[in-house]
């Protein structure tokens, strides 16, 4: 059974930085792509940020420059860097995971194996 567990996020200050981190574990295989969505009340859930198994990186326009994706095959963990926090960055933060996935325009899972974590809260004030 795959699992992603989620940690990470909190409260900052405009102009603040936080860190999410995202371990997996069930995948057969170790080709997954991982990365974080977010949803904000009232909004459409957006993908903010992925990254393929040989570390390929994508970012939505509203990150890009701010955010970083990392990853951690050895320790099966995806990281997200937040610098620049914005009030706009509120929103619950999902990361996710898949045997497929597009980067390209902003990360997507595609139909196969896949999990969600449980979420995590990140506010930032202004």
């Known amino acids: 059974q795959v699992q992603l567990v989620e940690s990470g996020g909190g409260s900052a200050q405009s102009g603040g930085s936080l860190r999410l981190s995202c371990v997996a574990s069930?995948?057969?295989?170790?080709?997954?792509?991982m990365g974080w969505f977010r949803q904000a009340p009232g909004k459409e859930r957006e993908g903010v940020a992925g990254?393929?198994?040989?570390?390929?990186?994508s970012y939505s326009d509203s990150v890009k420059g701010r955010f970083i994706i990392s990853r951690d095959n050895a320790k099966h963990t995806a990281y997200l860097q937040m610098d620049s926090l914005k009030p706009e960055d509120t929103a619950m933060y999902y990361c996710?995971?898949?045997?497929?996935?597009?980067?390209?325009?902003?990360?997507?899972?595609?139909?196969?194996?896949?999990?969600w974590g449980q979420g995590t809260q990140v506010t930032v004030s202004s």
């Open positions: 069930g995948f057969t295989s170790s080709r997954y792509c």
């Open positions: 990254i393929s198994s040989g570390g390929t990186t």
């Open positions: 996710a995971a898949g045997d497929s996935c597009l980067l390209v325009p902003t990360f997507k899972l595609m139909p196969g194996q896949d999990a």
